[in-house]
């Protein structure tokens, strides 16, 4: 099954400074990668997502890209904020990759990102 | 609209009881998950439906059960508590599974066993 890595665990940064949050991933077959964003004691929330046929996409402060030969897709976040202080997933999903026609999200293990005043 | 919600928040319980989980959406989704979420293991999938009256398994359903009998809502049942089932549970839930459709996540449900 598909296998998704996440690096780093943790990772500070001063306000206004770019954050970069790496994942990688072992099905090739994967053709959806969502990043998410959860605050405490919420559950996650879609940031950003990627498809299989693009490399790169951005909104406002975020982008994403994706590197299928290599495997490996990453968040940026530039300019950032004490808000953007959260946990980060990545995921990977095959479309209709459960029974029934389902979307299988395998995650990434978070990366817990802080934004220094 | 409420989006996803969960019930309860929190919950203690001791070692071979039992309870469910109720998760019920407002966005008329076809598509609800049941993930469980420990640390440094991400979210991981239980038990998914693909429509009213059916239920299948994810990745780790053992211990588990479930039920969709009405579209909106989607429960998740332990018959039998294990300290191992000590985690924070996530309900999702999609309008469809054509496209990439977005997972829509409720706030969670924290389980202690004991």
């Known amino acids: 099954g598909e296998n998704v890595e996440q690096h780093p665990s943790t990772l500070s940064v001063q306000e206004g400074d770019s954050a970069v949050i790496k994942c990688t991933y072992s099905d090739s077959a994967s053709n959806y990668f969502p990043w998410y964003k959860q605050e405490l004691g919420k559950g996650p929330q879609l940031i950003i997502d990627i498809r299989s046929n693009v490399g790169e996409k951005k909104d406002q402060r975020i982008a994403v890209t994706l590197n299928k030969t290599a495997k490996h897709f990453s968040l940026h976040i530039t300019e950032t904020q004490p808000e953007d202080s959260a946990v980060y997933f990545c995921a990977a999903s095959i479309l209709g990759g459960l029974t029934g026609g389902g979307n299988k999200l395998t995650f990434g293990t978070g990366t817990q990102l802080k934004v220094e005043l | 609209n409420a989006g996803v919600t969960q019930t309860p928040k929190f919950r203690v319980l001791k070692t071979g009881q039992s309870m469910t989980l109720l998760c019920a959406q407002d966005m008329n989704h076809e598509y609800m998950y049941w993930y469980r979420q420990d640390p440094g293991m991400g979210l991981r999938l239980i038990h998914y439906s693909v429509g009213e009256g059916t239920t299948a398994k994810g990745e780790v359903p053992d211990g588990y059960n479930v039920s969709r009998l009405k579209k909106q809502n989607f429960l998740l049942g332990l018959e039998s508590a294990a300290p191992s089932q000590t985690s924070v549970y996530f309900c999702?839930?999609?309008?469809?599974?054509?496209?990439?459709?977005?997972?829509?996540f409720g706030p969670g449900t924290r389980l202690l066993v004991l």
């Open positions: 999702a839930s999609t309008r469809t599974s054509g496209g990439f459709e977005t997972q829509y």
